[in-house]
C-alpha cells in the first residue's frame, strides 16, 4: 500500500515499510488499522465450520459490545451514574476487535473500505452534514438506505 503524502503543493509516495520505518525511528508506538487487523489473529477463534458461522459468530459478538456500549449510556444518561470514559474506550476497542475479525472473514480490505467510505460520505455531504442532502440523496434511487 503506498500513501501519497502533501508537501508544498507536491506528492511524494510513501510505502508501508516508510510509515513503519518512520514510525520505530521516531519512537511512535501506534497501530495503523491493517497492524491491527493483522495483530487481531493471534486471538482469534480459528476452527469455525464455514464462512457463516465464522459471521455469525463475530456479528453476534459485536452486537453485544455495541450493547455493552449502550448500556453505559443509558446508565450515564438515565440513570444517574457518573459517565465512565476508561470503560466506554474498553468497550469500544472490543467494537473494533470484532467489527475487524468480521471484515476480515469476507476478505474485505479495511483501508480501501475506510478510504471508499470516506469518498462516498465527501462526494454526499462536501460542506458537512446537511438535512436536506440527507432526505434528497442523489443515490437514493440505487441505495435506499
Excluded at 65 to 89: D, P, R, S
Excluded at 114 to 134: A, C, L, Q
Aim: net charge negative.
Amino acid at each position: 500500500m503506498n500513501l501519497l503524502i502533501p508537501s508544498h503543493n507536491e506528492f511524494f509516495e510513501l510505502t508501508l515499510e516508510d510509515v513503519k520505518s518512520v514510525k520505530e525511528q521516531l519512537g511512535l508506538s501506534f497501530l495503523t488499522l491493517s497492524e491491527y487487523a493483522t495483530l487481531t489473529s493471534d486471538t482469534a477463534k480459528k476452527d469455525f465450520g464455514s464462512l457463516y458461522e465464522e459471521s455469525s459468530c463475530w456479528l453476534i459478538c459485536l452486537v453485544g459490545e455495541v450493547g455493552e456500549v449502550a448500556n453505559l449510556w443509558k446508565k450515564a444518561v438515565w440513570h444517574g451514574h457518573t459517565f465512565n470514559k476508561t470503560k466506554f474506550e474498553d468497550e469500544m476497542g472490543d467494537i473494533l476487535w470484532y467489527f475487524t475479525r468480521l471484515a476480515l472473514a469476507w476478505g474485505i480490505d479495511l483501508d480501501g473500505m475506510m478510504t471508499k467510505n470516506i469518498e462516498k460520505v465527501g462526494k454526499r455531504y462536501p460542506k458537512g452534514f446537511d438535512p436536506e442532502r440527507s432526505i434528497n440523496r442523489v443515490d437514493n434511487a440505487t441505495n435506499p438506505s
